[in-house]
């Protein structure tokens, strides 16, 4: 999670919380690697009174992590920070599954098209139910097993940093 305040070359600034979690897919941050910044919740304004004619000034952007956990297990800053992305990450896990120990066909299409409590869990579905809509069950039942297996082998490190660090 990111903290990213930025300030025009007239005034205003706009501050947006960035969060963003891989834990599922494969997509780690990686040095030389780069990736795009989510700016899509709008941010909230955190300075008035952009003046249109202002000589200007250079814009500013400061960027502070907030929280984070590496491949390792390891982690950065306050974990109690990150609360809403790890309860919605504990929905998605144990809706994951549920999905993955479905027998049947029938029983994973209809798992899979519950509408979970948490819109953002259940936003992390909708990629799932439009690639059943187009590629089909047995993709999406592959991509959920994909998804199950990165998040049990982070489970796995974290469990095995903590017991390291105790």
Known sequence: M???SEAGTRGGGILHTIQRDDF????EIAPEKNFLLDQSHG???THCCINPLDSGKDPVAEVRVIYCEFSDGSTYGERSQAGDILTTRSSILE???????A???????????QELKSAEADGF???LRSLETSQGTKATRSQVHLELGSAERRLTAMRTTAAESE
């Open 125 to 127: 579905f909708e990629t």
């Open 2 to 4: 990111v903290r990213f």
């Open 43 to 45: 941010g909230i304004q």
């Open 24 to 27: 599922f897919r494969d997509n």
């Open 95 to 101: 809706h994951l599954r549920q999905l993955d120990a």
């Open 103 to 113: 027998n049947a066909d029938n029983a994973f299409l209809r798992l899979l098209a």
